[in-house]
């Protein structure tokens, strides 16, 4: 894990940027909400069914939208979906928790079937970017191995908003720990096996 993510971090800017797929904030010490996902996640004829209405309609399918769209398709649960199995998941939460307090501050968390929910604030001098890709790049090596295989595990890219004011934040960590309940995979938060619902439940027994 430390030789996985014990890179040069990247000085948070504070301004978007993009490696030509999806613009990113840093902003230093700002909790942003973010999500990456597999690989396998999105159905072939869910893209091109998209990429063809952003084509001749762009203006009908604003970011927000783009947003909805994409986690109701994730919470769908397609493609391999294998993030909750008994010796995938833990990989997953260990990697989520292991600079908890030294390089961010790790307030909110899900790992749902085939995506992964954060609520993040980075500590000084630690760049968001770095950090996702420390927790992508840790994982993909430890999933191949267990599965015996090689290849693409994760999306290219994660999914990040910045958190605007306390009720975004509340907003966002009730919709994270909410989500295998919106997804119709459990019936209580806490009863998700990997999640910070589930993770404080279990802290206090």
């Known amino acids: 894990m430390e030789a996985e993510q014990n890179r040069s971090p990247l000085k948070p800017r504070g301004e978007w940027h993009s490696r030509g797929f999806l613009p990113h904030w840093e902003a230093g010490e700002t909790p942003q909400a973010l999500f990456f996902r ?3 996640s999105m159905p072939h004829h869910i893209r091109e069914r998209w990429a063809e209405e952003l084509q001749t309609r762009p203006e009908a399918i604003p970011p927000g939208e783009r947003r909805r769209r994409l986690e109701t398709v994730l919470d769908a649960g397609f493609g391999e979906a294998f993030l909750c199995h008994a ?7 260990t990697a ?24 993040i604030t980075p500590l000084s ?3 968001l970017s770095v950090i996702v890709h420390g927790w992508k790049s840790y994982t993909a090596k430890q999933i191949n191995r267990i599965l015996e295989r090689t290849g693409k595990v994760w999306f290219e890219e994660y999914f990040d908003r910045r958190i605007r004011n306390e009720k975004h934040f509340e907003d966002s960590r ?8 919106k997804a119709a ?4 938060p806490a009863q998700w096996r990997y999640s910070s619902a589930s993770f404080s439940e279990r802290a206090r027994c």
């Open 38 to 40: 597999l690989a396998d």
């Open 87 to 93: 010796a995938i998941g833990p990989i997953i939460e």
């Open 96 to 119: 989520l928790l292991h600079y908890d307090g030294d390089r961010y501050r790790l307030h909110a968390w899900c790992v749902m079937p085939n995506h992964v929910h954060a609520l």
């Open 125 to 127: 001098g630690h760049a």
């Open 174 to 181: 009730h919709y994270i720990e909410q989500n295998p309940v």
């Open 185 to 188: 995979l459990c019936a209580e």
